[in-house]
């Protein structure tokens, strides 16, 4: 790499992230999006401070920390990533595994459960399924019983218990974990399929071959391109379909965690009718949409020059 392109990227950097040293002498990264310049208030700001003089007593902080302030926004409730909630919907995969349960694709499913802040906690001797909140210890009681499973049933279900079973304080009364933006499949969450795809495929995986292959060769070919895999094409057409193995002959889904023999994942679709990757081509389809570069000029320094010039334009305009 050029000097010039080298000199350009450090600044590029320092735009983008400060640096601050601790008192433990580790270095901490600071991003610029959690903190805010203060709008300076007319008037007196802050209350009164008897130690400190009164030429000083108009002082305030100059950034707002974000983080603190959507905390108290949501009543001391903390943000609820992704992978809290894919570790709820396993537990009441693994948990519900010896009942017979027919999860409705919209109210009650451990997705909607999960999102919703409970978690598996056990299931008594009637077959029912008890949950448990983190936040206000409150538990519900859901029957799993198919023959009372009416779409009525499941509604009133949903608003009576899932809703209304949290405590008058309790930050999940009133919130549900944003599936369409942070669970379902857009541009905007894609990066999570990337980053589990391409920690999977570092990991040593030996797959016993089976007759189909679900993806065309060219569909195979581009993928390898992006992820820069030259292994075997079954682990990678496992991935982009959902699923991850976790036996020698047993795959598993990661966002809905059913599992399937290895030998019919190719020709049957044993998603839950919720999960994100239900569609088994979709994300295949948004991968080679999103990521259509020209392979062959991606090392070239003009291309990296062309590429540092317009993230440079974008944080100019900042």
């Not at 909630?85 to 459960?113: A, T």
């Amino acid at each position: 790499m050029d000097l010039g392109v080298g000199e350009r990227l450090e600044v590029v950097w320092k735009k983008l992230e400060v640096w601050e040293g601790s008192t433990r002498g580790k270095n901490k990264v600071i991003r610029r999006w959690r903190y805010r310049s203060r709008k300076v208030a007319e008037g007196r700001v802050s209350l009164w401070n008897r130690f400190l003089p009164e030429k000083l007593q108009r002082l305030t902080p100059l950034y707002d920390d974000l983080v603190e302030i959507a905390v108290r926004k949501s009543h001391g409730a903390r943000v609820c990533g992704l992978k809290e909630v894919l570790e709820r919907c396993c537990g009441f995969q693994e948990g519900c595994g010896s009942v017979v349960v027919e999860w409705d694709d919209k109210w009650i499913n451990p997705l909607s459960l999960a999102s919703k802040g409970w978690a598996f906690e056990s299931v008594d001797e009637r077959k029912r399924l008890v949950c448990r909140c983190r936040s206000c210890c409150r538990t519900i009681v859901v029957d799993l019983n198919p023959e009372e499973s009416s779409v009525y049933l499941r509604r009133s279900c949903w608003l009576n218990g899932v809703v209304k079973g949290h405590g008058a304080c309790c930050p999940w009364r009133n919130v549900q974990f944003n599936l369409d933006k942070e669970y379902y499949l857009n541009k905007s969450n894609l990066v999570h399929d990337i980053e589990r795809i391409s920690r999977a495929l570092k990991k040593p995986c030996n797959l016993p071959r089976t007759s189909q292959e679900p993806l065309s060769p060219d569909q195979l070919t581009q993928l390898k391109k992006v992820f820069h895999y030259d292994g075997d094409d079954q682990l990678l057409a496992l991935l982009v379909r959902g699923y991850e193995p976790i036996g020698n002959d047993v795959v598993r889904c990661s966002a809905c965690f059913r599992k399937a023999f290895l030998h019919n994942y190719s020709t049957l679709n044993y998603h839950e009718s919720w999960c994100r990757y239900r569609d088994e081509n979709k994300l295949t389809e948004m991968i080679l949409s999103a990521l259509s570069l020209d392979f062959e000029s991606c090392g070239n320094t003009g291309s990296v020059e062309e590429r540092l010039h317009n993230l440079e334009t974008y944080l100019e305009k900042l």
